[in-house]
T-cell receptor, first 111, second 114 residues
Framework: EDKVVQSPLSLVVHEGDTVTLNCSYEVTNFRSLLWYKQEKKAPTFLFMLTSSGIEKKSGRLSSILDKKELFSILNITATQTGDSAIYLCAVGNSGNTPLVFGKGTRLSVIA | ETGVTQTPRHLVMGMTNKKSLKCEQHLGHNAMYWYKQSAKKPLELMFVYNFKEQTENNSVPSRFSPECPNSSHLFLHLHTLQPEDSALYLC?????????????FGPGTRLTVL
């Protein structure tokens, strides 16, 4: 059974800190790993990673995938209160089954 | 704007009521999904429709009944729910219901069952 484990489950940091969120996975015929940010309601798409070692970057957020060790990290530098959210990791395979989501990491950034 | 809309945004219902949740996507996708999100639990996939055909039902109780009349619309019919069914119900869509496709989520319906 495909599995996605995120850590930590929750994290509290001060504005300006840098955080690293972790996502490890076990999936048959891995195809892609996705990161989402969920604030109040709908998760919004951040990154899709398919290749090892290639960093995806968007502003202060970046992510990288390690297909050998089966994990990904999401980095947020110079955190702001607006970064407070649940960050979801999901993994897709090459077959016909939909994405498998982790439990998420709840990040709280305090001023 | 996500391209996936859900109505209503909030719903309070008694255990004997019958109600329906509606989802509509304007992205030209062919797959649609219902998820349940309870406090402190991961997203739980409930149903998947691919080209209007149900391809997955994750052991969801029969008090939840999905309907997909076309690739743009998805309904979740609710009847005789239990208080533990209170949760955020999220609809999503993707080009196809395959693992590599990014899913785009609607804003969700916050359901409270009294």
């Amino acid at each position: 059974e495909d599995k996605v484990v995120q850590s930590p489950l929750s994290l509290v940091v001060h504005e300006g800190d840098t955080v690293t969120l972790n996502c490890s996975y076990e999936v048959t015929n891995f195809r892609s790993l996705l990161w989402y940010k969920q604030e109040k309601k709908a998760p919004t798409f951040l990154f899709m990673l398919t290749s090892s070692g290639i960093e995806k970057k968007s502003g202060r957020l970046s992510s990288i995938l390690d297909k050998k060790e089966l994990f990904s990290i999401l980095n947020i530098t110079a955190t702001q209160t607006g970064d407070s959210a649940i960050y979801l990791c999901a993994v897709g395979n090459s077959g016909n089954t939909p994405l498998v989501f982790g439990k998420g990491t709840r990040l709280s950034v305090i001023a | 704007e996500t391209g996936v809309t859900q109505t209503p945004r909030h719903l309070v219902m008694g255990m004997t009521n019958k109600k329906s949740l509606k989802c509509e996507q304007h992205l030209g996708h062919n797959a649609m999904y219902w998820y349940k999100q309870s406090a402190k639990k991961p997203l739980e996939l409930m149903f998947v429709y691919n080209f209007k055909e149900q391809t997955e039902n994750n052991s969801v109780p029969s008090r939840f009944s999905p309907e997909c009349p076309n690739s743009s619309h998805l309904f979740l019919h609710l009847h005789t729910l239990q208080p533990e069914d209170s949760a955020l119900y999220l609809c999503a869509s993707s080009p196809l219901a395959i693992g590599r496709d990014t899913q785009y989520f609607g804003p969700g319906t916050r359901l409270t069952v009294l």
